[in-house]
C-alpha cells in the first residue's frame, strides 16, 4: 500500500497566519492527490484534487501544490472557520490511503 | 443540492453483521461512483471499496474483501454497506462519499457519518 506521511500531525496558528501542510507519498502517484477538511461533528470537506485543482465552492484561500511526491496544502490567512483538521489522500493506486491528519488549532 | 442522509447509530456484537445506508439526492444517483470509508478512535481515514449505482460493478480493499459488501437501490437512490463477522477493531464512523465521476477516485461530497460501535 502507499504510505501517506502528513506534517505536522497538529499546529497552532493565529487568525490571518499563513499556514502549510505537508504530505508525503511513498511512491510516485503523479498528482492523484486530494485535501479534505474535517470538523469535528461533521461531514468532512472536499477542498483540493489533482494536487492543485479547487473544488467547487472552495475559496481561493486553499491551495495546492506538488513538488515530486511531496504535496503542499496553504491557506494564504487563516480565519477561525478553518481550524479543523486536514487530510490527504492519494488515489493513484489501490487501497486509496490517507495521511494521518494535520489538526489546525488556535494560538 | 447534493446531500446524503446516512441510517442512525448502531451497536453490535463481536461476528454479527451491520448494514449503513445512504440516501442521495439533489443528483443524478447512477451517474456518480459511491465509497464507504471510515474511521476508528485514534486512526486515520480508511476507505473500504466503491459501487459504480450505474451498473452495480464494485470494487473492495483487499483488507476487507470476504467481509464486506457494498449495494444499491436505484429506485431509492440509496447506497448500503454491509461489514459481517465484527469484531472490535470494527468500531468506527462510517461515511459514503460521492465520487466525482462514475469510478474516478476523486471526491467530492461526504455523508454526515454513522457511528457503529461493536461490544460484547
Known amino acids: 500500500d502507499i504510505q501517506m506521511t502528513q506534517s505536522p500531525s497538529s499546529l497552532s496558528a493565529s487568525v490571518g497566519d499563513r499556514v502549510t501542510i505537508t504530505c508525503r507519498a511513498s511512491q510516485g502517484i503523479n498528482n492523484d492527490l486530494a485535501w479534505f477538511q474535517h470538523k469535528p461533528g461533521k461531514a468532512p470537506k472536499s477542498l483540493i484534487y489533482a494536487a492543485s485543482s479547487l473544488q467547487s465552492g472552495v475559496p481561493s484561500k486553499f491551495s495546492g501544490s506538488r513538488s515530486g511526491t511531496d504535496f503542499t496544502l496553504t491557506i494564504s490567512s487563516l480565519q477561525p472557520e478553518d481550524f479543523a483538521t486536514y487530510y490527504c489522500q492519494q488515489y493513484n493506486t489501490y487501497p486509496l490511503t490517507f495521511g494521518g491528519g494535520t489538526k489546525v488549532e488556535i494560538k | 443540492q447534493v446531500q446524503f442522509v446516512q441510517s442512525g447509530t448502531e451497536v453490535k456484537k463481536p461476528g454479527a453483521s451491520v448494514k449503513v445506508s445512504c440516501e442521495a439526492s439533489g443528483y443524478t444517483f447512477i451517474s456518480y461512483a459511491m465509497h464507504w470509508v471510515r474511521q476508528a478512535p485514534g486512526q486515520r481515514l480508511e476507505w473500504m471499496g466503491w459501487i459504480n449505482p450505474g451498473n452495480g460493478n464494485t470494487k473492495y480493499s483487499q483488507k476487507f474483501q470476504g467481509r464486506v459488501i457494498i449495494t444499491r437501490d436505484i429506485s431509492a437512490s440509496i447506497a448500503y454497506m454491509e461489514l459481517s463477522s465484527l469484531r472490535s477493531e470494527d468500531t468506527a464512523v462510517y461515511y459514503c462519499?460521492?465520487?466525482?465521476?462514475?469510478?474516478?477516485?476523486?471526491?467530492?461530497?461526504w455523508g454526515q457519518g454513522t457511528v457503529v460501535t461493536v461490544s460484547s
Open positions: 462519499v460521492r465520487d466525482k465521476s462514475t469510478v474516478a477516485n476523486v471526491f467530492d461530497f
